[in-house]
């Protein structure tokens, strides 16, 4: 083995180191350049994402006010269209509360002739002096 074969060219060497570390360093600034990329990227995602929440959260809160407004649009109408049926509905209760007290007055006054007309007529039950006016007898 020859002894200059051996030991290698410390130029030659040199050489080879700066092309290493010429290839070296564009592999870095090429790694840099990706990750920044990715940053800027991942920035951008971040960003879009909070866009995005953003407008969700727009988008609940307008569903909301929506919601709200539809309800009470739906009461004021429920309220405009059962106002006259709950004011007939109080003028029938009215009604029938006179007519129940008119009722109960011709009762009370049926009874109170038919005892009046009983006592005159011998202590006669009331139904039956009743039976015979309606079959158009005289009492």
Same mark, same amino acid.
């Given at each position: 083995m020859d002894d200059a074969q051996a030991l290698p060219d410390p130029a030659g060497?040199?050489?080879t180191l700066r #092309?290493?570390?010429a290839r $070296? %360093?564009? /592999?870095?600034a090429g790694q840099r350049d990706m990750m920044m990329k990715l940053v800027e990227i991942s920035a951008e995602g971040r960003a879009r994402g909070a866009h995005q929440d953003q407008r969700a959260d727009r988008?609940?809160? #307008?569903?909301?006010?929506? $919601? %709200?407004? /539809?309800?009470?649009?739906m009461r004021s109408v429920?309220?405009?269209?059962?106002?006259p049926l709950?004011?007939?509905?109080r003028t029938l209760i009215a009604m029938n509360a006179q007519?129940?007290?008119?009722v109960r007055m011709i009762r009370n006054v049926g009874l109170a002739l038919?005892?009046?007309?009983?006592?005159?007529?011998?202590?006669?039950?009331f139904v039956d002096w009743l039976g015979r006016v309606m079959r158009g007898g005289v009492g």
């Open positions: 060497l040199s050489d #092309q290493h570390d $070296i %360093g564009r /592999l870095e988008d609940v809160e #307008q569903t909301r006010l929506a $919601i %709200g407004d /539809l309800r009470r649009e429920i309220a405009d269209t059962t106002a709950a004011e007939s509905q007519i129940a007290g008119g038919g005892g009046v007309m009983s006592a005159l007529m011998g202590y006669q039950p």
